[in-house]
């Protein structure tokens, strides 16, 4: 008869026998993520790796790209956020939208509307890219304490025109933070504000953030908050998330240094709008339109990494934002999930912006889907998996034999 076991009694060794043993991988850490990723020239300076080292000692750099400053402990966390080292979006879709997509929605992603939007602020519109739906869905947000604060992008300290990070909590703030900077900012590293007290400008405990980024953002925001060896801490007290339509992004020294201000000549300390569209380089000082060219201009400027990206609509986000597909000075909108459609039907009810169904038949959402389909074709092997391919060990439960004498 089997009995319970007492000290004195002799456990016998498992089925397993020889106890925890460490499993057969080779550490991977920051170095391999450089060598792996940035070497590779895949790096899309998201800033996931920046946000989820949990010792701090990784930031933003000049060249666009995470530095080191201190010593790694080895932990693989910033390895395993990465979304350049493996992207498993069925996972991550079953996550974020609780299903992977059908096959009707292989080249938009997962969405249940499409819109025109506009903002109905005045200042919102006179400072925004396009339609200024995205500030006035996070304004709506913010005023009406569904968030704390959004994670948006606006100037580096010293440069302008380089993007980076920061918070708003104001509609002043978010207007100055208004409109698209084409050069990569690395967003989910602002999330690490959050997470390091000491760096902090928000309460970590407390405060609800809706983040807004580019969709190779998202994917790194997702990653880092998916992977069960990477960060998931980070998303807690996360509301929703703003993804902009993306075709590509340029260097900041070759596209605003060398070109805008160097072969140009403007000073970007005067510059108000840079805008790329129907191929065409924009650049307004003012209300003065001083450079109008085709964006072959800053051709070399564009960056490799994008060269390998499938993702033009932002697909992992609540709520997706673009101007293909709608009337110049709207936005168009895709509204990806319930939470995402319901802050949007709040924003027009409460009077922040104006909405219209886009036909999902019609013209707009028919080319904005071409252009979708154009990167759909690329070959994302490179990195994106649907299944992981470091899948979390399946504890083994071997029961102890107790024997009695
Ligand atoms: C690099 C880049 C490429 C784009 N490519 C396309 C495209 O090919 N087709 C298309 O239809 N739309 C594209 N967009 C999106 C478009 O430019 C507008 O951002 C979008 O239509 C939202 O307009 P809005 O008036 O609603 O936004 P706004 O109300 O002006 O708000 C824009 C928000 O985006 C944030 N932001 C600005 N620059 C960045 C950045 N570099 N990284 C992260 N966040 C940023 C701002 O902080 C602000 O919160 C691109 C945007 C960027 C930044
Ligand atoms: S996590 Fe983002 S920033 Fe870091 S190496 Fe990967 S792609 Fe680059
Ligand atoms: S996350 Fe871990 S492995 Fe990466 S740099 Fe920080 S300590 Fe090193
Ligand atoms: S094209 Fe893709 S990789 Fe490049 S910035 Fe846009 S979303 Fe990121």
Redesign the pocket.
């Known amino acids: 008869m089997t009995q319970v076991a007492t000290t004195s009694q002799t456990l016998k060794p498992s089925a397993e026998g020889e106890g925890w043993k460490a499993r057969p991988i080779k550490l991977k850490i920051f170095g391999n993520l450089i060598a792996e990723v940035v070497h590779k020239g895949i790096c899309m300076y998201c800033g996931a790796c920046i946000a989820s080292c949990p010792i701090d000692i990784l930031f933003h750099s000049e060249n666009e790209e995470p530095v080191m400053r201190g010593t790694c402990a080895a932990c693989q966390v910033c390895y395993y956020s990465c979304p350049r080292i493996e992207l498993p979006v069925s996972e991550i879709e079953r996550r974020v939208f609780g299903r992977e997509r059908t096959t009707e929605e292989t080249i938009l992603g997962i969405h249940i509307g499409s819109y025109s939007v506009r903002?109905k602020d005045p200042d919102?519109l006179k400072?925004?890219?396009?339609?200024?739906?995205?500030?006035?869905v996070?304004l709506y947000a913010l005023e009406n304490k569904i968030i704390d604060y959004?994670l948006?992008?606006?100037y580096t300290s010293r440069e302008p025109w380089k993007?980076g990070p920061?918070i708003?909590r104001t509609k002043q703030e978010?207007v100055e933070?208004?409109?698209?900077?084409?050069?990569?900012?690395g967003?989910v590293g602002g999330t690490a504000e959050i997470a390091v007290p000491n760096r902090s400008v928000v309460d970590f405990q407390e405060e609800r953030l809706a983040f807004?980024?580019?969709p190779c953002?998202l994917q790194g925001f997702w990653r880092m908050n998916t992977h069960w060896i990477a960060a998931p801490k980070l998303g807690r007290n996360l509301v929703f998330t703003?993804g902009?339509?993306?075709?590509?992004?340029f260097d900041y020294q070759k596209m605003m240094v060398d070109y805008v201000q160097g072969t140009r000549g403007i000073d970007l300390r005067t510059v108000t709008k840079v805008?790329?569209k129907k191929n065409r380089l924009l650049v307004y000082t003012g209300d003065r339109l001083a450079i109008d060219e085709p964006v072959e201009a800053v051709a070399n400027a564009a960056r490799e990494e994008c060269n390998i990206c499938v993702d033009?609509s932002a697909e992992l986000a609540d709520i997706s934002?673009?101007?293909?597909?709608s009337a110049s000075g709207w936005?168009?909108v895709l509204a990806r999930t319930p939470r995402g459609e319901d802050i949007l039907n709040g924003a027009v009810e409460a009077g922040y912006v104006e909405m219209k169904k886009l036909d999902p038949l019609g013209k707009g959402i028919k080319f904005l889907e071409t252009?979708c389909e154009r990167k759909r074709l690329r070959d994302p092997s490179a990195y994106i998996r649907h299944a992981t391919a470091f899948p979390r060990p399946e504890p083994k439960l071997v029961p102890l034999e107790v024997t009695t004498k």
């Not at 400072?127 to 006035?136: E, K, N, T, V, Y």
């Not at 934002?321 to 597909?325: D, L, R, S």
């Open positions: 903002a919102i400072r925004a890219q396009d339609g200024g739906a995205s500030s006035a996070m959004a948006v992008s606006g993007p920061k708003a978010l933070h208004a409109g698209s900077m084409y050069t990569p900012g967003q807004v980024g580019l953002e703003i902009l339509f993306c075709s590509k992004v805008n790329i033009y934002v673009g101007a293909i597909g936005s168009t252009l």
